[in-house]
């Protein structure tokens, strides 16, 4: 069973850079891909980005694209998202999330059978 933790959030100026954490204490976790989503008050949840379990395939959202990185190292059971040039309407809470299937980059939630508690990231302009 992978459980998940994220970890990183918090207040920061527009321009700013924060790095996002989730780790896992499961066994499985190298198997699964995952992705981080975000949702702000009074919106919907959105999908922000995807990494494979292996770490070689990535996908990101167009509003992110070229601002946020995601990332994983295995051996730590933890994925990262390094999130630079933050803007106010990046302010959310992030959640990450696990795909039993590996090979995914899914922007669909309803594939992720694991979340974290989110991490609440706040951007003042």
């Known amino acids: 069973q992978v459980q998940l933790v994220e970890s990183g959030g918090g207040l920061v100026q527009a321009g700013d850079s924060l790095r996002l954490s989730c780790a896992t204490s499961?066994?499985?976790?190298?198997?699964?891909?995952v992705a981080w989503f975000r949702q702000a008050p009074g919106k919907e949840r959105e999908f922000v980005a995807a990494i494979t379990s292996s770490g070689g395939g990535t996908s990101s959202a167009d509003s992110v694209k070229g601002r946020f990185t995601i990332s994983r190292v295995n051996s730590k059971n933890t994925v990262y998202l390094q999130m630079n040039s933050l803007k106010a309407e990046d302010t959310a809470e992030y959640y990450c999330?696990?795909?039993?299937?590996?090979?995914?980059?899914?922007?669909?939630?309803?594939?992720?059978?694991?979340w974290g508690q989110g991490t609440q990231v706040t951007v003042s302009s």
């Open positions: 499961g066994r499985a976790f190298s198997s699964h891909s």
């Open positions: 999330a696990a795909n039993p299937n590996g090979y995914s980059t899914t922007t669909n939630p309803a594939y992720y059978n694991t």
